[in-house]
T-cell receptor
Framework: GENVEQHPSTLSVQEGDSAVIKCTYS??????FPWYKQELGKGPQLIID?????GEKKDQRIAVTLNKTAKHFSLHITETQPEDSAVYFC????????????FGGGTRVLVKP | EAGVAQSPRYKIIEKRQSVAFWCNPI?????LYWYQQILGQGPKLLIQ????????DSQLPKDRFSAERLKGVDSTLKIQPAKLEDSAVYLC?????????????FGPGTRLTVL
């Protein structure tokens, strides 16, 4: 089955700096890669996703890149703000799996004001 | 639009006791998921329903865990008997369809502590 590795496990940045989280996946058939943000006491919330036919996607201050050859994808947050502090999860799936997601281990991001 | 509802939010039990969690998905969502999230880890899928049928329960410890989704709406997840290693947050999620990339919407979760 699919295996998703996520690094780093914790990340501390100064407000206004950029944050980068990296994930690798094992199943070359995976073709959909969402990113979730989880705040304390809440369930994960989708913030951005990318499909295998696209190399990069951007939404305001967040962007995701995908390298299918290397089987890795990354989340980039620019101009970080205190409200970006949360745990971020990457995930991967392939359509044949019926929308079953395999999650990475998570990255705890702390934005220091 | 109301989100995914779960109850209770917190539960503390002793090992070998039983516990049940309830989930009400977003109205109209045919697919419902139960995930287990151990502290410091990502969510792990336990079971997936399409309407009231099971799509995937390959990672559900069937000797102690059971789940049902009567009438294709609400769902309950039960643990009997509980073990210490069952301490985790149990997340319920729902989405409109399987076979496509529809977004999964998560509830707030139930935090279970087994003493």
């Amino acid at each position: 089955g699919e295996n998703v590795e996520q690094h780093p496990s914790t990340l501390s940045v100064q407000e206004g700096d950029s944050a980068v989280i990296k994930c690798t996946y094992s199943d070359s058939a995976s073709n959909y890669f969402p990113w979730y943000k989880q705040e304390l006491g809440k369930g994960p919330q989708l913030i951005i996703d990318i499909r295998s036919n696209v190399g990069e996607k951007k939404d305001q201050r967040i962007a995701v890149t995908l390298n299918k050859t290397a089987k890795h994808f990354s989340l980039h947050i620019t101009e970080t703000q205190p409200e970006d502090s949360a745990v971020y999860f990457c995930a991967a799936t392939r359509q044949a799996a019926g929308n079953k997601l395999t999650f990475g281990g998570g990255t705890r991001v702390l934005v220091k004001p | 639009e109301a989100g995914v509802a779960q109850s209770p939010r917190y539960k503390i039990i002793e090992k070998r006791q039983s516990v049940a969690f309830w989930c009400n998905p977003i109205s109209g969502h045919a697919t419902l998921y139960w995930y287990q999230q151990i502290l410091g880890q990502g969510p792990k899928l336990l079971i997936q329903f399409q309407n009231n049928g099971v799509v995937d329960d390959s990672q559900l410890p069937k000797d102690r865990f059971s789940a049902e989704r009567l009438k294709g709406v609400d769902s309950t997840l039960k643990i009997q008997p509980a073990k210490l290693e069952d301490s985790a947050v149990y997340l319920c999620a729902s989405s409109q369809l399987t076979g496509t990339y529809n977004e999964q919407f998560f509830g707030p979760g139930t935090r279970l502590t087994v003493l």
